[in-house]
T-cell receptor, first 109, second 112 residues
Framework: GQNIDQPTEMTATEGAIVQINCTYQ??????LFWYQQHAGEAPTFLSY??LDGLEEKGRFSSFLSRSKGYSYLLLKELQMKDSASYLC??????????WGAGTKLIIKP | IAGITQAPTSQILAAGRRMTLRCTQD?????MYWYRQDLGLGLRLIHY???????GKGEVPDGYSVSRANTDDFPLTLASAVPSQTSVYFC???????????FGPGTRLTVL
C-alpha cells in the first residue's frame, strides 16, 4: 500500500513561521492536497499541487517535489486560530485520496 | 441547505443493529465519498461513487454498503454493527474524482 508520512505534532509561537513536511510514495502520483481540520470539525481544503514548485495563497504556501516524493505546507505569521491538524493527502493512480494521519499544530502565545 | 449535510450528528448503537448514515449535498457534485476517521490514523475511504448510479469499494468496505440513486444523496448502511465500527464518519463530495473534496460535519458513531 501507499504510505503518507508526516510528523504527529508540532509546536510553534504566535507570529512565527512553521513548515509541516509530508512524504509519499511516488508511483502513480496524481496530485498532493493539504487540508486543515480543527478539533471536532470537518477537514477543509487548503491547497493542491500537481506540478513541482511553490504555490502561495496568503499566509499559507505549499511546495511539491515529485522526484523526491516530498511536500511541505508553510504557514507564516501564525495566529492562534491556526491551531489545528494539517492533513496531507496524495491522489493515487486510481484517483483516490490516500491520507496521512495528520500533524497537530499547537500555537503558543 | 447549502453544501453537504449529514445525519445524525451522533449515535450510540447496540452491536448487531442496522444503521443508515445519511448524506446529502446540494452542489450537484458528481463524486461522493464515505470516510471513517479514527484516532492516530488518516481518513480511510469506505466507499465512493463517481456518478449517480455507480459505486465502488474503498480501502475498508467490509461491513458497509452504499447506494447512489440520485446525484444528491449517498447513504451509508451498517448491516449489523460491531464495536470496531465505532468511529467518526465523514461524507464528502467533489465536482470530479480528482477535484477538491468538500466534507460534511461528520457523524460520531459509538457501537456498544
Amino acid at each position: 500500500g501507499q504510505n503518507i508520512d508526516q510528523p504527529t505534532e508540532m509546536t510553534a509561537t504566535e507570529g512565527a513561521i512553521v513548515q509541516i513536511n509530508c512524504t509519499y510514495q511516488t508511483s502513480g502520483f496524481n496530485g498532493l492536497f493539504w487540508y486543515q481540520q480543527h478539533a471536532g470539525e470537518a477537514p477543509t481544503f487548503l491547497s493542491y499541487n500537481v506540478l513541482d514548485g511553490l504555490e502561495e495563497k496568503g499566509r499559507f504556501s505549499s511546495f511539491l517535489s515529485r522526484s523526491k516524493g516530498y511536500s511541505y505546507l508553510l504557514l507564516k505569521e501564525l495566529q492562534m486560530k491556526d491551531s489545528a491538524s494539517y492533513l496531507c493527502a496524495e491522489l493515487d493512480s486510481n484517483y483516490q485520496l490516500i491520507w496521512g494521519a495528520g500533524t497537530k499544530l499547537i500555537i503558543k502565545p | 441547505i447549502a453544501g453537504i449535510t449529514q445525519a445524525p450528528t451522533s449515535q450510540i448503537l447496540a452491536a448487531g443493529r442496522r444503521m443508515t448514515l445519511r448524506c446529502t449535498q446540494d452542489m450537484r457534485h458528481n463524486a461522493m465519498y464515505w470516510y471513517r476517521q479514527d484516532l492516530g490514523l488518516g481518513l480511510r475511504l469506505i466507499h465512493y461513487s463517481n456518478t449517480a448510479g455507480t459505486t465502488g469499494k474503498g480501502e475498508v468496505p467490509d461491513g458497509y454498503s452504499v447506494s447512489r440513486a440520485n446525484t444528491d444523496d449517498f447513504p451509508l448502511t451498517l448491516a449489523s454493527a460491531v464495536p470496531s465500527q465505532t468511529s467518526v464518519y465523514f461524507c464528502a463530495s467533489s465536482d470530479s474524482f480528482e477535484g477538491e473534496q468538500f466534507f460534511g460535519p461528520g457523524t460520531r458513531l459509538t457501537v456498544l
